[in-house]
Nanobody, 122 residues
Framework: QVQLIESGGGLVPAGGSLRLSCAAS????????MGWFRQAPGKEREFVAR????????YYAGSVKGRFIISRDNAKNTVYLEMNSLKPEDTSVYYC???????????????WGQGTQVTVSS
């Protein structure tokens, strides 16, 4: 059983930056592919980015490519999401998740954090 705890959310003006962290415990973090998803009120949860267990395979949603950077530190059991040039439409609850396969689909992920709110003001 893997426990995931996100942190780093907050309120930021448009054009600003935030760095989210997701700390894992209770499992072999380095054996999981990690993803970030987000969900805005009244909308479905959407894929943001994912990173392979070695950090060598990375994929971004088109809406964040070029602005967000996903990374991981297996020694610290932590995955990060650096978010730059933030837009009001990036406002969401952001979740990290762990999966044993490579996928952009939320249904493929076995473990989820509780989420952290990111609000971008215009």
């Amino acid at each position: 059983q893997v426990q995931l705890i996100e942190s780093g959310g907050g309120l930021v003006p448009a054009g600003g930056s935030l760095r989210l962290s997701c700390a894992a415990s209770g499992g072999t973090f380095s054996s999981y592919n990690m993803g970030w998803f987000r969900q805005a009120p009244g909308k479905e949860r959407e894929f943001v980015a994912r990173i392979g267990w070695t950090g060598g395979i990375i994929y971004y949603a088109g809406s964040v490519k070029g602005r967000f950077i996903i990374s991981r530190d297996n020694a610290k059991n932590t995955v990060y999401l650096e978010m730059n040039s933030l837009k009001p439409e990036d406002t969401s609850v952001y979740y990290c998740a762990a999966a044993q396969i490579y996928s952009n689909s939320a249904s493929a992920y076995d473990y989820w954090g509780q989420g952290t709110q990111v609000t971008v003001s215009s």
